[in-house]
């Protein structure tokens, strides 16, 4: 379960796959998933595999999958990678926040994700959805722009100094009783956000012609919450009785 995951959303680039691959591994990190990218074979390409040098076990154990929603729904905590300010979605913070709270989540048993978005236009807002944090790398203001592969190797370098620091290796799990509650994961937190919308509609709090970005908001008040497991059985057990008593009208 305590393993960090590094997604590469529609990658254009083979080569970056392979120089991402080659800083993971030389940061200690193995496990890459490709969502969706450009050229399915990404991983075997003769310039992934030439930018890997010697990382070509990392590639080989690439993960593809066809979605963010599947790459990131069995996660409680991903990082989306952006330098870019939005008006909604989950909370942003540092690179160094991020990797604290990576640690304490590995710590207590739990994954994490580190999510990089398209070459050209990094993570769009509808990526986002499937984060809890917004992070961005402490650049440059007026040229903030990274490699992709730059980027994983800043963040995942990052991780392990954090990791280092605070005596907590990859390995490294706290007994059980030391444990805190789970966070939802994030597929958990979208499905409640569905649950609680189709509830919102049934006692028409929300129109649906109008919906004045409340489920926007709604969102980014969970994010922000950073919900635990028995919480979001409370949300979902809220917007089953709104369908009921609708049912009953």
Do not use: E
């Given at each position: 379960m305590n393993s960090v995951y590094w997604i590469l959303h529609q990658t254009s680039h083979n080569g970056n796959v392979g120089s991402a691959a080659r800083a993971l591994k030389t940061m200690g990190f193995s496990e890459l998933v490709?969502?969706?990218p450009k050229d399915p074979h990404a991983a075997q390409s003769l310039d992934a595999v030439a930018l890997a040098s010697g990382a070509e076990n990392v590639l080989q154990s690439a993960v593809l999958v066809n979605d963010l929603s599947t790459a990131c729904q069995n996660l409680?905590?991903?990082f989306g990678l952006t330098a870019r300010d939005r008006e909604f979605?989950?909370?942003s913070i540092?690179?160094?926040e991020a990797c604290q709270i990576a640690v304490a989540t590995l710590a207590n048993g739990q994954s994490v994700g580190y999510l990089f978005g398209t070459e050209r236009t990094g993570l769009e807002n509808e990526d986002l959805q499937h984060c809890?944090?917004?992070v961005w790398i402490d650049a440059n203001p007026?040229?903030?722009?990274l490699n992709l592969s730059q980027a994983v190797m800043i963040c995942a370098y990052e991780l392990r100094q954090t990791q280092i620091q605070s005596g907590l290796t990859n390995a490294t799990l706290l007994n059980s009783s030391e444990r805190s509650s789970e966070k939802?994961?994030?597929?958990?937190v979208n499905a409640a956000l569905d649950h609680l919308k189709e509830g919102l509609e049934a006692i028409e709090f929300l129109d649906p012609k109008h919906p004045k970005?409340?489920?926007e908001r709604l969102r980014a008040m969970f994010d922000r919450a950073q919900l635990e497991k028995e919480e979001i059985d409370l949300i979902r057990g809220i917007a089953k009785q709104m369908l009921n008593q609708n049912q009953k009208k």
């Open positions: 490709l969502v969706n409680p905590i991903v979605g989950p909370p540092t690179l160094k809890s944090h917004r007026a040229y903030s722009s939802a994961t994030i597929g958990a970005k409340l489920m």
